[in-house]
């Protein structure tokens, strides 16, 4: 679930542009998302 609102709230705040749009901004924004999908794919 918790990969679901990352996404969600990345792709929705560069649609309604409320987040920054500089290069190291997206670079950070992907960096969260494929954090969050590996990271939820570890084992606990």
């Given at each position: 679930?918790?990969?679901?609102?990352a996404?969600?709230?990345?792709?929705?705040?560069?649609?309604?542009d409320?987040?920054p749009e500089?290069?190291e901004?997206?670079?950070?924004?992907?960096e969260?998302?494929v954090s969050?999908?590996?990271?939820g794919?570890?084992?606990?």
């Amino acid at each position: 679930m918790a990969f679901y609102g990352a996404v969600e709230q990345v792709l929705s705040g560069w649609i309604f542009d409320i987040l920054p749009e500089a290069a190291e901004d997206y670079d950070q924004a992907k960096e969260f998302i494929v954090s969050t999908i590996c990271d939820g794919l570890a084992p606990r």
